[in-house]
């Protein structure tokens, strides 16, 4: 991991970085409340589609876990997003994706087929991060969880199976179609969120999902409006759920 960057501000420190792995560099940035040595709950976030490890919904929650539960927060490029580079494949899928979208054929199949695509990748590079981010003294192995919708959730279910480490998890703004492999083998406490009137992801499929899930405790969120519509509050209870589960880091905020 070589660090390329480093800010400060408002109590967070917050450094860009790239990793190497398998498939090329992978970009990713990190924040960490500032002054407060590790070990600390760590939150990994997977961003949407069409977005990156900076957007800023993703800095806003970042920022939020590490200044109001000591937290530290990781991000990085999914394949194809970001500063990361499209590969043929990548691009045949997205093209026949937005013709299918554009003349009203169905758009389930090719989707899953784009998110199986970037979960080969995704998924060892996620647990090359974890590997690497658990190694620096400001982290350390406190508990980790995992907090992902869209995209974030599509690639964010295999990741969770397959990784023991995550304690808990926000998922959501997915359906069955393209995301039921994994979910079935997936315990963990669980958050879900639905968008009541998602134009992007079918009602029945985002409950269907939820309901493969093996968590003995699942709770589901729904809401209403479109796919970018997730309320406010819904931050604050992805803090309070962590909180729960993670516990919070000693001297945070509300911290015994």
């Known amino acids: ?25 992978v970009p990713g940035v990190l924040w960490t409340p500032d002054g407060v040595p590790g070990p600390r709950p760590l939150i990994l976030l ?11 919904g993703m800095a806003e929650r970042a920022r939020r876990f590490a200044a109001e539960c000591g ?9 194809a997003h970001g500063d990361r580079p499209r590969e043929e494949d990548h691009d045949r899928v997205i093209a026949e994706l937005r013709d299918r979208m554009r003349t009203g054929g169905e758009a389930a199949p090719v989707l899953a087929e784009f998110h199986a ?14 590997d690497a981010v658990q190694e620096l003294d400001r982290v350390g192995t406190g508990p980790v969880g995992y907090w992902g919708v869209s995209l974030g959730c599509a690639l964010g279910i295999p990741f969770i199976a397959a990784e023991p480490r995550i304690r808990a998890a926000v998922l959501g703004l997915n359906g069955v ?33 939820f309901d493969l899930f093996a968590s003995a405790e699942k709770t589901l969120h729904a ?18 759920f962590f909180t729960r589960h993670l516990g919070r ?8």
């Open 71 to 79: 937290y530290a927060a990781v991000a990085v490029d999914a394949p």
């Open 117 to 130: 695509l970037l979960a080969a990748q995704s998924v060892p590079e996620w647990r090359a991060v974890l």
């Open 177 to 209: 179609d393209t995301s039921a492999g994994a979910a079935g083998q997936i315990t963990v406490p669980l958050e879900f969120l639905v968008q009541w009137d998602d134009e992007r992801v079918p009602r029945a499929a985002s409950l269907a999902l």
């Open 223 to 240: 809401n209403p409006g479109g796919h970018a519509e997730v309320p406010a509050h819904e931050l604050d209870s992805a803090l309070r």
């Open 249 to 256: 880091r000693p001297g945070a905020p509300g911290a015994s």
């Open 46 to 56: 997977g961003h949407g589609g069409g977005q990156h490890k900076k957007a800023p």
């Open 1 to 25: 991991m070589r660090f390329v960057s480093r800010t400060s501000s408002d109590g967070v420190t917050e450094q860009l970085f790239t990793l190497s792995s398998a498939f090329g560099d």
